[in-house]
């Protein structure tokens, strides 16, 4: 069994249980994906299974990538990743993974890139309160304050909190339950947000610690 998929954030909505409660789920566009490789630890140093997802004309993909497709069963996918598996050698290039691999109840993690926030000030980045309202400082509501020590060390420190790009890094939500499959559609509801905006790329792994 491959421990994980690719698909794609359609949105959120309300999905009510069979007791009446209403809990919020991200609705994920999930597969399906193609085994476009195996690694092995003779050839690679290590086991996983290679997934393409998403078909997409020739053209839009460069020589090595097209010959390394073509090789795996002639289909052109947009994106490429490896996952895990009890057994690769047990999967073939070209065999056809769904969303029928998770079922409901089941834990997973997913991973995407975060909404780009852009350039962001210490307030919106990292929660700091700002400076006072009164006492003449009509220019400090919103500043950083004092990012030094003096004298000693002479200099700021690594890792200090100060404005700068915030959002669009790689970002992985842990345990999220998995409320419904509809292998119909390909559709995959999960409990709760996942990170990224809609139509944003997701990887859906089996829990690590569930």
């Known amino acids: ?42 050839r690679d140093g290590y086991s996983a299974v290679q997934l393409g ?32 598996a009890d057994d690769p050698l047990a999967h073939k290039p070209g065999e056809v993974v769904t969303v029928e691999l998770f079922k409901p109840g089941q834990k997973v993690d997913i991973a995407g890139n975060s909404k780009g926030r852009g350039f962001a000030g210490v307030v919106k980045r990292h929660g700091f309160r700002g400076g006072p ?26 890792g200090q909190r100060m404005a700068g790009r915030m959002g669009g890094k790689r970002v992985t939500i842990q345990n999220l339950e998995v409320v419904e499959v509809l292998p119909e559609q390909n559709l995959l509801l999960v409990k709760g947000s996942v990170p990224g905006a809609r ?4 990887q859906i792994r089996k829990a690590v610690k569930g």
């Not at 139509?199 to 997701?202: Q, T």
Request: with cysteine.
């Open 53 to 84: 997802y998403e078909e997409v004309e020739p053209r839009k993909l460069t020589k090595p990538q097209q010959g390394h497709l073509k090789a795996a069963g002639g289909a052109m996918l947009r994106y490429l990743r490896e996952f895990s």
């Open 199 to 202: 139509n944003g790329l997701l």
């Open 133 to 158: 309202k009164t006492h003449g400082q009509s220019d400090r509501h919103r500043a950083p304050g004092s990012i030094g020590a003096g004298t000693t060390p002479g200099r700021v420190w690594k």
């Open 1 to 42: 069994m491959i421990h994980g998929l690719l698909g794609r954030k359609v949105g959120m909505m309300q999905y009510f249980t069979e007791k009446g409660m209403a809990i919020p789920v991200t609705v994920i566009s999930a597969g399906p994906c193609i085994v476009t490789q195996i690694r092995t630890p003779e």
